[in-house]
């Protein structure tokens, strides 16, 4: 028989709002190819259906604002209920194996429904709460830090999406090594390649003659949009024929915006908002360089995304940057938090055509080789295989059900 597994997740298309999503949608789809029958059960949006089928993932969508809550906690543990109640539901009709969730958001559901079933629960951590913010400062983190433990406790197996990841949730939550599997993300080169730009379609951001530099990403603190405005400003005065473009919605978006008209600069920056894939995609390849310097960052789906586009790359040696890219063979790492250096390294990518070509086509032989959701699919279906074998021998047993 085949293996059945239910994932819960926060994000799913179209509720989408970072690399979690992402990751969800295409592992999902590329189980389904691999022979893993897969569900979802995510948070509906106004005018998305409750159910449907999505290249074979049978999606099922709750409504998050069924019952008051009274801040981001009760609203999340309030959706949890939802998806306890719908995992039920659909326990009666489809048997599945595992229970698969993603990072705290869906913890509390997958933990319930671990007990209920007597079903091993698998947990991927994208990101911590420690890691985020550096340090757990109120109530309201305390409580994500401990749901965080909470899930990687009760899980049989914890998935991390890079080897920095592996050792922050083993340094934060004190998870044991044997528990711990390092599965990278991957990014869908297919449809990437499938998109290209339209007639007129770089003239809509900026003119003929300015070269483009783009930043991808939310517009939060831990992705650093800021140093890429702050290296922009400083990169004018070298050469006033560059155009930025930051693409990306978020808390930050209003203090950018105040910060490049304060610094005379507002004709040359253009804040897209979010936009979807292939406006993205598009945008990334009529881009001169894109520039990603995260101060915090698990993984970085957007460094693949731009090294698969054929965009010479500049980030920061952090987390999962520092191990996807090689420095000046398929990008360019910097220190964070370290405008002078982005700016040093994008005027040598900008002043040397060979040198861009040449990382431009080594990064996107490196996204080919080890980032495909194929490959990235069947890893996690060996540790589906993997638990259902150890668990096995436990289950029925009083004290093994685990």
């Not at 101060?295 to 586009?309: C, H, K, N, S, V």
């Not at 952090?318 to 890219?325: F, N, Q, R, T």
């Amino acid at each position: 028989m085949g293996i059945r597994v239910l994932h819960l997740s926060w994000e799913w298309p179209p509720h989408m709002i970072g690399g979690l999503g992402r990751h969800v949608y295409h592992i999902t789809r590329n189980l389904v190819r691999n022979g893993v029958e897969t569900a979802v059960i995510s948070i509906s949006l106004p005018g998305v259906p409750a159910s449907e089928e999505v290249d074979g993932v049978h999606v099922r969508r709750v409504d998050p604002f069924r019952f008051r809550s009274t801040g981001f906690i009760t609203w999340v543990l309030n959706f949890n209920e939802e998806m306890i109640e719908e995992a039920l539901r659909l326990y009666d009709q489809w048997d599945f194996d595992l229970i698969h969730v993603h990072d705290w958001l869906s913890g509390p559901a997958g933990i319930a429904l671990k007990h209920l079933l007597h079903k091993p629960l698998i947990a991927t951590i994208h990101a911590t709460e420690v890691g985020r913010r550096g340090g757990v400062y109120n109530e309201e983190q305390f409580i994500i830090h401990s749901w965080e433990w909470r899930t990687t406790y009760e899980a049989w197996k914890v998935i991390v999406c890079s080897n920095y990841m592996l050792g922050e949730v083993v340094r934060v939550h004190g998870v044991p090594k044997d528990k711990l599997v390092m599965i990278p993300n991957g990014i869908d080169t297919s449809y990437i390649d499938s998109v290209s730009p339209s007639s007129g379609f770089r003239d809509l951001y900026a003119m003929p003659n300015e070269r483009i530099i783009t930043f991808v990403g939310r517009l939060v603190y831990e992705k650093g949009p800021d140093l890429v405005l702050a290296a922009f400003r400083e990169l004018l005065n070298w050469n006033w024929e560059l155009k930025l473009l930051i693409v990306g919605d978020g808390p930050m978006r209003e203090y950018l915006m105040e910060l490049a008209h304060e610094w005379g600069i507002w004709s040359k920056v253009y804040f897209t908002g979010r936009v979807d894939d292939q406006i993205l995609y598009s945008i990334l390849k009529v881009s001169d360089l894109a520039i990603l310097p995260s101060r915090y960052e698990p993984f970085g789906i957007t460094i693949l995304e731009a090294m698969a586009t054929g965009v010479p790359v500049i980030t920061t040696r952090v987390g999962g940057p520092d191990e996807i890219v090689r420095d000046w063979y398929n990008g360019i790492k910097v220190p964070p938090n370290n405008v002078e250096e982005i700016v040093r390294a994008t005027k040598i990518l900008l002043s040397n055509e060979e040198l861009r070509m040449r990382i431009a086509r080594n990064a996107r032989e490196s996204v080919l080789r080890w980032y495909t959701w194929d490959r990235i699919a069947r890893w996690t279906k060996r540790v589906y295989q993997d638990t259902l074998e150890e668990y096995k021998p436990l289950n029925g047993f009083p004290f093994g059900d685990y």
